[in-house]
């Protein structure tokens, strides 16, 4: 099942947001040893965390086991503020752009379906948020899964080393990202078929 959530603050899922702030840290700290982003609480949260922030979650027997998180770009967002030096030109903005990060699955679960159902929700969230493209900073295996996935998509600079990884920034053109069906959990009032679990086959 996958839930959309408009808002850090939302008073209705803030159970969800917070097992995911801790998977977060679970992941990023935990797993690929980001120091910078360790907390005491156990949570990985930032200034990007915000009301306006709109979290992609994928949610099975009432627990987070992947999501991702659209920044909008008309607010301050990591590509602007941190990750400018990856971009040739000016970094992409307005309001029919977001940025995309933070994608992750809990670890029990990845190798199965649910990485798929995650990609397919993509597309199908930015259209139900009138969106026409995504930035992103990435690693270059991310590339080939986009080519999976048929996402359109242009580097917006050369990869660069960074905290010893190369990454570097794309845009994806939602526009002509494939149109799949994908069904909102029913909570948040969405007239549209169930996707169904989320479960590994």
């Known amino acids: 099942m996958i839930r959309l959530i408009t808002g850090s603050a939302d008073p209705r899922h803030q ?13 990023f700290v935990g797993e690929r040893g980001w120091a910078a982003l360790d907390r005491p609480d156990g949570r990985e949260v930032d200034d990007y965390d915000t009301p306006q922030t709109v979290y992609v979650l994928a949610i099975d027997e009432g627990h987070v086991v992947g999501g991702y998180r659209f920044l909008p770009t008309s607010a301050p967002h990591l590509l602007q503020d941190r990750f400018q030096h990856l971009v040739d030109g000016p970094v992409p903005c307005g309001r029919e752009i977001h940025e995309w990060s933070r994608f992750f699955i809990r670890k ?67 526009e002509q990202a494939p149109g799949l069906l994908i069904g909102w959990d029913e909570q948040q009032g969405r007239a549209a078929p169930e996707l169904g679990s989320t479960r590994q086959p």
């Open 15 to 27: 159970d969800l947001l917070e097992e995911h702030y801790r998977l977060r840290h679970e992941i």
């Open 108 to 174: 029990d679960r990845r190798g199965g379906s649910l990485f798929r159902v995650l990609m397919n929700s993509v597309p199908a969230a930015c259209r139900l948020l009138g969106l026409a493209s995504l930035t992103s900073v990435l690693e270059h295996d991310w590339l080939s899964r986009f080519d999976a996935a048929g996402f359109r998509y242009g580097q917006l600079g050369p990869f660069a080393e960074l905290d010893g990884m190369q990454v570097a920034a794309v845009q994806i053109d939602i």
